[in-house]
């Protein structure tokens, strides 16, 4: 593994079922994020993890939640997904050893709820 | 909240220069970033600027900064069919590693 990996690459997913997206990142970095990028929004912060342990809750946390039970991995739960939560999502992770905390960005996972 | 906005689309033709603006309204900004988000990829980070600083230049990219107007502009010289993609602007506050990013602007280069 180099980087930030997540899975699955692309995923349909039928209303009201529960779905975990997968991240991991090698490089011990401290704060990891979850994004969703939707056409004309951006990116937007739908939770963060500042360090193993710790969660916190972003700009649009509803129907999502995480969890940082060590340094490398932080999974994505839908525990029922709806169809307002398909979209792109992004992982991405930075080190405060960085005093720019550059942001590296998993290659995203494609969720299509029906 | 802090909030990011971009224009959404820019078209330019190949051999002239994009310019890419950008208006935030934290005041308390540490770090300003573009990335950049090629067709089916994650963000890379293209270049940044510390809120200290008016402007920076790296190779083909110039990065303009107007702390008083909370204005960021991004100029890429010479622009080639390998710089279409969606650029971000985004920015930081003190104290948190914490980024907030803007809509993206999509810039097309027509050869």
């Known amino acids: 593994i180099a980087g930030i990996t997540q899975a699955p690459t692309s995923q349909i997913l039928a209303a009201g079922r529960r779905m975990t997206l997968r991240c991991t990142q090698d490089?011990?970095?401290?704060?990891m994020y979850w994004y969703r990028q939707d056409l004309g929004l951006g990116l937007r912060l739908i939770h963060y993890?500042?360090?193993?342990?710790?969660?916190g809750k972003g700009e649009v946390p509803d129907g999502y939640s995480v969890s940082r039970a060590n340094t490398d991995d932080f999974p994505l739960t839908l525990a029922s997904a709806v169809p307002s939560q398909t979209s792109v999502y992004f992982c991405?992770?930075?080190?405060?050893?960085?005093?720019?905390?550059?942001?590296?960005f998993g290659p995203g996972t494609r969720l299509t709820v029906l | 909240g802090e909030d990011v906005e971009q224009s959404l689309f820019l078209s330019v033709r190949e051999g002239d220069s994009s310019v890419i603006n950008c208006t935030y309204t934290?005041?308390?900004?540490?770090?300003l970033y573009w990335y950049k988000q090629e067709p089916g990829a994650g963000l890379q980070l293209l270049t940044y600027?510390?809120?200290?600083?008016d402007m920076k230049q790296d190779q083909r990219l110039t990065v303009l900064l107007n702390k008083k107007d909370k204005h960021l502009s991004l100029r890429i010289a010479d622009t080639q069919t390998g710089d279409s993609a969606i650029y971000f602007c985004?920015?930081?506050?003190?104290?948190?590693?914490?980024?907030?990013f803007g809509t993206g602007t999509k810039l097309q280069v027509i050869p």
């Open positions: 991405a992770s930075s080190t405060e050893a960085s005093s720019y905390n550059e942001q590296f």
């Open positions: 490089m011990r970095h401290n704060a």
């Open positions: 993890s500042n360090t193993a342990g710790t969660t």
């Open positions: 934290d005041s308390s900004s540490t770090y």
């Open positions: 600027i510390f809120s200290n600083m």
């Open positions: 985004a920015e930081r506050g003190g104290g948190y590693q914490k980024v907030t």
